[in-house]
């Protein structure tokens, strides 16, 4: 009994491990039959007298071989990722664009159409590698549009520590069939994908075009938080799409400066999220969506690029208005998402280095499996004198930025999971905030103590303050809030309309940490059952709204919203997303002139 007791245990603790890793079925059976089939072994050696020391250790030994070897040739396959959740969805009607026709997919109700997969521009591989994106090419027949195109080349954990992350980081994880694969990476990964809704409009829908975030060395189109079925459903076309990461996207030198038509570096993955947004003010009718009424929208390092996009000279005319969640470089030296020429250069030197060789040319001829490992630091865009011209904040002192309308905003913790394994105390405080203060670090830790009572969104629940707390909510200002506090400001002075949020909400999930608001703005709480309550659902339906509106007018407000106040010289409240929705004053206005005085600072130097 104790033998076949521990086979179970180890059979079921393995049937977990393949969940996890996404083995295929077929594994499964294996791993089911290896486990019966040892007990039967054990049961007829021991009914024939010849259970012994020896045989018990061939059983053992063939079943935990058997299981290693099943693992092993069970993996999951790649498979693109389907551009809807339904099985064997229903074909579109087919669409013609530039480079041919191509057929998307509907959603199950049929109430929007998903077109996943359209390349924007040419596979940047090759000698196009560290080059401007190419323009598409075109194909003969009808193109199928109905799954996403391969992630990025990126740093990437196994299938297992991914499973793993969401079931104690997420707490989304899902046991469910069809899902045994693992999405492709590739450096041939410019594809886009538009969301539209099915039902006639008398007029072009206004679009908005989503710039995922990640650091700009990691992310993918196909993350269900930021699909656009829920919005299209409100009468927009949502469009996202993946972009050169890392080394591929922000590798910088000066060989690659002179071999450029455009005399450019270092900004591939900024010039590939402009490619695609041409693409889509060329194309973007087709689908029903309006050219001349885009949005362009993102979060985290998708929003330093939406800041980005707004300086560039080369974006002027393709756009209205712009969406920033949690992210901006508008700082006169930005923390992060954005670094001087100088210094660009130098991680380029350190690739070359690393690899051995003398040229950015021969870094073309090196695998991207091996390229993308680099050690350097490529996760940043920088002047380039082409598709930037001058550190961003001189654009907006000049009042030559595009967007005409912004809504931007920050949530409550959005430094937390960033200082997860950073042990701060009363002693390393000040040492800790003068990593990106230096010597205003002391005035920092005046506003914000070690011991500063502990905050909940904006309210003080806990006398007993903390350093990790203190540590979180000064980097909450520093790495993230401060950028909006400027971005907001600059659109003041020049007279456009700036809306500001601050998200809140609690929940299950991801909470009111970074990135915690994408699947309420962007109406996908929906797949992630059990996870958001009644509350939740009220507040995406409200936020989606909010959005949409934006999207249509540069102004968020309309009939059965709570009203959200234009930010103005006299008007410096946000609007708090959470289940009373309310305009407040900014938490981290007293952080605030500590960090313009470091900024100043650096100005003088």
Same mark, same amino acid.
């Given at each position: 009994?104790?033998?076949?007791?521990?086979?179970?245990?180890?059979t079921?603790?393995?049937?977990?491990?393949?969940?996890?890793?996404?083995?295929?079925?077929l594994g499964w059976?294996?791993?089911?039959?290896?486990?019966?089939?040892?007990?039967?072994?054990?049961?007829s050696?021991?009914?024939m007298?010849?259970?012994n020391?020896r045989?018990?250790?061939?059983?053992?030994?063939a079943?935990?071989?058997?299981?290693?070897?099943?693992?092993?040739?069970?993996?999951p396959?790649?498979k693109n990722?389907?551009?809807?959740d339904?099985?064997?969805?229903?074909?579109?009607?087919?669409?013609h664009v530039?480079?041919?026709?191509?057929?998307?997919?509907?959603?199950?109700d049929?109430?929007v159409?998903?077109?996943?997969g359209?390349?924007y521009?040419?596979p940047?591989?090759?000698?196009?590698?560290?080059k401007e994106?190419?323009?598409?090419?075109?194909?003969?027949?009808?193109?199928a549009?109905d799954?996403?195109?391969?992630?990025?080349?990126?740093?990437?954990?196994?299938?297992l520590?991914?499973?793993?992350s969401?079931?104690l980081?997420?707490?989304?994880y899902?046991?469910?069939?069809?899902d045994?694969y693992?999405?492709p990476?590739?450096?041939?990964?410019?594809?886009l994908?538009v969301?539209?809704?099915?039902?006639?409009y008398?007029e072009?829908l206004?679009?908005?075009?989503y710039?995922?975030?990640?650091?700009?060395?990691?992310?993918?189109s196909?993350y269900?938080?930021?699909?656009?079925?829920?919005l299209?459903?409100r009468?927009?076309?949502?469009?996202?799409?993946?972009y050169r990461?890392?080394?591929?996207?922000?590798?910088?030198a000066?060989?690659l400066?002179e071999?450029?038509p455009?005399?450019?570096t270092?900004?591939?993955?900024?010039l590939d999220?402009?490619?695609a947004?041409?693409w889509?003010?060329?194309?973007i009718?087709a689908?029903?969506?309006?050219?001349?009424?885009?949005?362009i929208a993102?979060?985290?390092?998708?929003?330093?690029?939406?800041?980005?996009?707004?300086?560039?000279?080369i974006?002027?005319?393709?756009?209205?208005?712009a969406?920033a969640?949690s992210?901006?470089i508008l700082?006169?030296?930005?923390?992060?998402?954005?670094r001087?020429?100088?210094e660009?250069?130098?991680?380029?030197?350190?690739?070359?280095?690393?690899?051995?060789?003398n040229s950015?040319n021969?870094?073309?001829?090196?695998?991207?499996d091996?390229?993308?490992?680099?050690?350097?630091n490529?996760s940043?865009m920088?002047?380039?004198?082409?598709?930037?011209?001058?550190?961003?904040?001189?654009?907006?002192?000049?009042?030559?930025n595009?967007e005409?309308?912004l809504?931007?905003g920050?949530n409550a913790?959005?430094a937390?999971?960033?200082?997860?394994?950073?042990?701060?105390t009363?002693e390393?405080?000040e040492?800790l905030?003068?990593e990106?203060?230096?010597?205003?670090?002391s005035e920092?830790?005046?506003?914000?103590?070690?011991d500063?009572?502990?905050?909940?969104?904006?309210?003080?629940v806990?006398?007993?303050?903390?350093?990790k !707390?203190a /540590?979180n909510? #000064? &980097?909450?200002?520093?790495w993230?809030?401060y950028?909006h $506090?400027l971005?907001?400001? %600059?659109m003041?002075e020049?007279?456009?309309?700036?809306?500001e949020?601050?998200?809140?909400?609690?929940?299950?999930?991801?909470s009111?940490?970074?990135? !915690?608001? /994408?699947p309420? #703005? &962007?109406?996908?709480?929906?797949r992630?059952p059990g996870? $958001?309550s009644?509350?939740d %659902?009220?507040?995406s339906?409200?936020?989606q709204?909010y959005?949409?509106n934006?999207?249509?007018?540069?102004?968020?407000?309309?009939?059965?919203?709570?009203?959200?106040e234009?930010?103005?010289?006299?008007?410096?409240?946000?609007?708090?997303?959470?289940t009373t929705?309310?305009?407040i004053?900014?938490p981290n206005s007293a952080?605030?002139?500590?960090?313009?005085?470091?900024q100043?600072s650096?100005?003088?130097?």
């Amino acid at each position: 009994m104790l033998f076949t007791g521990l086979i179970i245990f180890l059979t079921i603790l393995y049937l977990i491990i393949l969940e996890l890793s996404k083995n295929i079925i077929l594994g499964w059976i294996i791993g089911v039959v290896a486990a019966v089939a040892a007990i039967i072994a054990r049961m007829s050696l021991a009914n024939m007298g010849q259970l012994n020391i020896r045989t018990k250790f061939i059983i053992w030994g063939a079943f935990i071989a058997i299981l290693c070897i099943n693992y092993l040739m069970t993996s999951p396959p790649y498979k693109n990722v389907p551009a809807v959740d339904n099985k064997n969805p229903d074909v579109t009607e087919v669409v013609h664009v530039t480079q041919g026709d191509l057929t998307g997919v509907y959603n199950a109700d049929h109430s929007v159409k998903v077109y996943a997969g359209i390349p924007y521009a040419k596979p940047p591989v090759g000698e196009l590698r560290f080059k401007e994106p190419q323009a598409p090419e075109s194909w003969e027949g009808v193109r199928a549009c109905d799954a996403f195109g391969p992630m990025a080349m990126q740093p990437r954990s196994n299938t297992l520590y991914d499973s793993l992350s969401h079931i104690l980081g997420w707490h989304d994880y899902q046991v469910k069939l069809g899902d045994e694969y693992v999405e492709p990476m590739s450096e041939d990964c410019l594809y886009l994908n538009v969301f539209a809704p099915e039902e006639s409009y008398d007029e072009p829908l206004p679009v908005i075009f989503y710039i995922h975030g990640g650091s700009l060395t990691t992310g993918q189109s196909s993350y269900t938080e930021y699909r656009g079925e829920n919005l299209a459903k409100r009468g927009v076309v949502v469009v996202n799409f993946a972009y050169r990461l890392g080394v591929f996207g922000y590798y910088t030198a000066d060989d690659l400066k002179e071999e450029s038509p455009n005399g450019t570096t270092g900004n591939y993955g900024l010039l590939d999220q402009i490619a695609a947004l041409n693409w889509v003010k060329e194309n973007i009718a087709a689908f029903g969506g309006d050219p001349n009424q885009i949005t362009i929208a993102g979060e985290s390092a998708g929003s330093s690029s939406v800041n980005a996009i707004c300086v560039s000279p080369i974006t002027k005319g393709l756009f209205n208005y712009a969406i920033a969640e949690s992210s901006g470089i508008l700082a006169y030296k930005p923390f992060h998402t954005f670094r001087d020429y100088d210094e660009a250069v130098e991680q380029g030197d350190l690739v070359r280095q690393e690899f051995g060789v003398n040229s950015s040319n021969e870094l073309r001829d090196i695998s991207a499996d091996k390229l993308v490992e680099t050690s350097s630091n490529q996760s940043a865009m920088t002047v380039d004198g082409y598709a930037i011209v001058e550190q961003p904040y001189l654009t907006y002192e000049k009042g030559e930025n595009h967007e005409k309308a912004l809504l931007n905003g920050f949530n409550a913790k959005e430094a937390d999971a960033f200082n997860l394994g950073i042990k701060a105390t009363a002693e390393n405080y000040e040492e800790l905030l003068a990593e990106d203060l230096d010597e205003y670090a002391s005035e920092m830790a005046k506003v914000v103590p070690a011991d500063s009572p502990k905050r909940d969104q904006h309210f003080i629940v806990d006398a007993m303050g903390d350093a990790k !707390g203190a /540590l979180n909510e #000064a &980097y909450s200002a520093i790495w993230f809030s401060y950028s909006h $506090y400027l971005w907001n400001n %600059y659109m003041i002075e020049q007279g456009k309309p700036a809306y500001e949020y601050y998200f809140t909400k609690e929940n299950d999930s991801l909470s009111n940490y970074h990135a !915690g608001e /994408l699947p309420y #703005a &962007y109406g996908n709480l929906w797949r992630h059952p059990g996870l $958001y309550s009644r509350e939740d %659902y009220e507040l995406s339906d409200t936020m989606q709204q909010y959005w949409v509106n934006f999207a249509k007018t540069g102004n968020p407000n309309g009939d059965g919203l709570p009203n959200w106040e234009m930010r103005d010289e006299n008007q410096s409240k946000l609007l708090q997303l959470d289940t009373t929705i309310r305009m407040i004053d900014d938490p981290n206005s007293a952080l605030y002139p500590v960090i313009d005085t470091y900024q100043n600072s650096l100005k003088e130097k």
